[in-house]
């Protein structure tokens, strides 16, 4: 997790390094709305007994960082099981919980995150009819295995219910120009950050990393969507995802307000018009 008290001025993470592999293979940039996702299953052993996966970026089947959209059917409940690898999740849609097999039962709405370290007996459930999560992985392959293999990695987990996160404006943030922008920080590592960012309704603005790569989920609301590559405004829903490089910007308007993940190495930076 970042430092809180490295953000009362930015929230700016200068890569020393040049990017991990995956960034490298970015375009200049790319939009893919959630109605065009290709899917299969999370674990194609189960069948449809699976919940359905799409690679958003990257590849989960090979050693590569990966973000995804993991759907899940009403009263889902998985095995106890393990993973080779550690992840983040973030609620898009429905109520889901993810913990040791013997913990209460703790729905987490959408806009919350948890994180799921390797090695780690857990199971997930999912309670309403639509259950859709964001979930990210830094390396690959992502495999399911019994609990037999648990294994302790030295991560702790989390579950953040998006009720129990802590909001920074354009007062606190330089990285913020609009007093229409809130930001929470989810993970920092290495050169790399992953923060929440929360546009309210009549946002009308871009959103910049200066020199390194963006990737970006939509997580909640609808967004107008336009940039220099998409000339023409295209709205999308929640699960979307659009990236680039080099400082590329995307205009983004909201009229209900919305709600962003964002993944970077670089400066960010998000002003209104």
Not at 85 to 105: C, F, Q, T, W
Not at 134 to 145: A, F, M, N, Q, S
Not at 179 to 206: I, S, Y
């Amino acid at each position: 997790m970042l430092k809180l008290s490295s953000l009362t001025t930015s929230v700016v993470l200068i890569a020393a390094f040049s990017a991990a592999a995956d960034e490298k293979r970015l375009d200049k940039s790319e939009l893919v709305p959630l109605e065009s996702v290709n899917w299969g299953y999370l674990n194609p052993l189960r069948g449809d007994k699976s919940p359905g996966a799409a690679n958003l970026w990257g590849d989960r089947t090979i050693d590569s960082a990966t973000g995804m959209l993991v759907r899940f059917k009403p009263g889902f409940s998985s095995p106890a099981h393990i993973h080779n690898i550690s992840y983040r999740g973030i609620v898009i849609k429905g109520l889901m919980h993810n913990d040791d097999p013997n913990a209460e039962l703790d729905w987490m709405a959408t806009g919350s995150f948890w994180t799921q370290p390797a090695g780690q007996n857990h199971i997930t459930a999912a309670k309403a009819e639509t259950n859709l999560i964001y979930l990210e992985i830094d390396e690959g392959p992502y495999l399911v295995k019994p609990s037999k293999a648990q294994f302790n990695n030295g991560e702790h987990s989390l579950n953040l219910h998006s009720d129990n996160m802590v909001w920074f404006n354009s007062d606190e943030l330089t990285s913020l120009d609009s007093k229409k922008v809130t930001l929470t920080p989810l993970w920092q590592k290495q050169n790399q950050q992953g923060v929440l960012v929360k546009l309210d309704a009549g946002f009308n603005g871009q959103l910049t990393s200066e020199r390194g790569s963006l990737r970006a989920v939509l997580i909640s609301g609808e967004l107008n969507y336009r940039s220099v590559e998409h000339s023409e405004a295209k709205q999308i829903e929640a699960g979307s995802y659009f990236s680039s490089v080099a400082g590329f910007k995307h205009q983004l308007k909201t009229e209900g307000g919305a709600i962003v993940y964002v993944r970077f190495n670089n400066k960010l930076q998000i002003s209104e018009q």
